[in-house]
């Protein structure tokens, strides 16, 4: 079977899906990924087929950044973010569609991409399924991203997101209507278009030690746990970075990986400033902030496998993008969060809350003296070490790949994917519901 994986956005969106493709490609199946051409070389390196997507995500990235100003981290951030992704949503239905079109047998879409590569998967008779990295679908248990971590209770916390949903799937309606036009087919009608995504099956790329399966989803809303990135043989240490790890006591990470900064210079100083402060040594990821900071005690790197460095080093300061979040997680080191917008600000209360984190410092609350007291508390604390070793350890005994490989060879059998969403939900975390929300 030929099973194409759609995604776009950053590292940290596209990166799960070279381990999640690896392990269906080690089941027998042809995998191909559709995504950003930026990303060609890591999925081909993986052994995985390429096709490609338009845009640069940097470039989106970027022009999210020129539209805000001031905080970013709630409400505001995220409609200017959701106003931002409009513009481009034209341009992926495009390019997704002409990759469908290249041939498969099952789409497997994540993001902003899902509802899309849903329109043409069901456009041309194909089966499809969702594969999430973040818990966007209506829930009272935790406030939906769009507040960041400013919970409105139970019940307000199930309307908005409730609102949310449904405000994401009108958005996506005109694509939609565009997606069939292209393939020949007759518009939805008003009832089709609300249950566009109904009785669709989705997986969630991350784990229930971290977030647990709300008991509010609908049955078809399963957690699989976490699609850890594949490694390549093609990555190497720097031996300068190993050398400096061998000349000292581990380092405190810093890098906010695809956040651009217009103030890199600035951001740079007040992370230097902060490791001085706090007696630490660093090893500081440029990132497309480009940070740069040189010392005895501080080392600036490019590109570099988190799954190598991490569990080398005494703490872990990041933006709480879901992707360096879980990678944190896996090494079993303690971390301070620096959000920015979106996901982030969710994320960063999640490590608060797991006990792995000392405290969660917006970016816009940012100075070198907050930093450096968090820092300070991560890494001389042993209690929150020996939480997140503990966590680290559970997240080492899953296999979030095993239900979605075993959900695609259903695919090939006369149930298909849709009957997997009739069925029961063996993979639920947490109590099922029958009736889907929002």
């Not at 390549?232 to 400096?244: E, G, I, K």
């Not at 996901?343 to 609350?365: C, E």
């Not at 450096?372 to 005994?397: C, D, F, K, Q, S």
Request: charged share 15%; aromatic share 6%.
């Amino acid at each position: 079977m030929h099973v194409l994986l759609v995604t776009s956005g950053s590292t940290g969106d596209v990166a799960p899906f070279t381990g999640l493709g690896a392990r269906l490609q080690q089941a027998g199946h042809a995998v191909t990924v559709a995504t950003h051409t930026r990303f060609a070389g890591l999925i081909r390196a993986c052994g995985l087929g390429f096709r490609g997507l338009p845009l640069d995500p940097r470039d989106m990235h970027e022009a999210c950044a020129q539209r805000l100003s001031g905080r970013a981290d709630g409400p505001l951030g995220t409609l200017t973010i959701a106003r931002q992704g409009t513009a481009y949503t034209a341009d992926l239905a495009d390019g997704i569609l002409r990759a469908v079109r290249q041939g498969a047998d099952v789409v497997i879409a994540s993001g902003q991409t899902a509802l899309l590569a849903k329109a043409v998967a069901d456009g041309l008779g194909m089966p499809s399924t969702g594969a999430l990295l973040q818990p966007v679908a209506p829930t009272g248990d935790f406030a939906p991203m769009a507040l960041g971590r400013r919970s409105a209770g139970r019940w307000g916390n199930r309307l908005v997101s409730g609102a949310l949903w449904r405000a994401f799937h009108h958005q996506a309606a005109s694509t939609v209507r565009w997606v069939r036009a292209e393939l020949g087919l007759p518009p939805l009608s008003r009832t089709a278009r609300r249950r566009l995504a109904g009785n669709w099956p989705i997986w969630y790329g991350f784990s229930p030690h971290v977030v647990p399966r709300p008991d509010d989803w609908p049955t078809e809303h399963r957690l699989a746990g976490y699609w850890w990135p594949e490694e390549t043989s093609a990555w190497q240490p720097d031996p300068r970075l190993t050398d400096f790890l061998a000349a000292g006591p581990p380092p405190v990470f810093i890098g906010f990986g695809s956040m651009p900064s217009p103030r890199g210079e600035h951001l740079s100083a007040v992370c230097t400033e902060a490791l001085r402060r706090a007696g630490v040594r660093g090893v500081v990821q440029a990132g497309w902030s480009g940070l740069e900071a040189e010392s005895d005690d501080i080392l600036t790197v490019g590109e570099v496998s988190h799954r190598w460095l991490f569990p080398r080093t005494a703490a872990v300061v990041h933006h709480g993008g879901g992707g360096t979040t879980a990678a944190g997680l896996r090494a079993g080191v303690p971390a301070v969060p620096v959000p920015v917008f979106y996901d982030q600000p969710f994320w960063s209360a999640r490590l608060r809350s797991l006990g792995v984190a000392p405290g969660v410092l917006p970016m816009a609350d940012l100075t070198a003296d907050r930093l450096a007291a968090l820092i300070t508390r991560a890494v001389h604390e042993p209690a929150w070490r020996t939480r997140a070793a503990a966590l680290g350890a559970a997240l080492a005994a899953e296999d979030g790949t095993a239900p979605v490989v075993e959900a695609v060879a259903g695919v090939a059998g006369v149930a298909g994917v849709e009957a997997l969403a009739r069925q029961p939900g063996r993979y639920c975390h947490g109590r099922a519901r029958t009736t889907p929300s929002g």
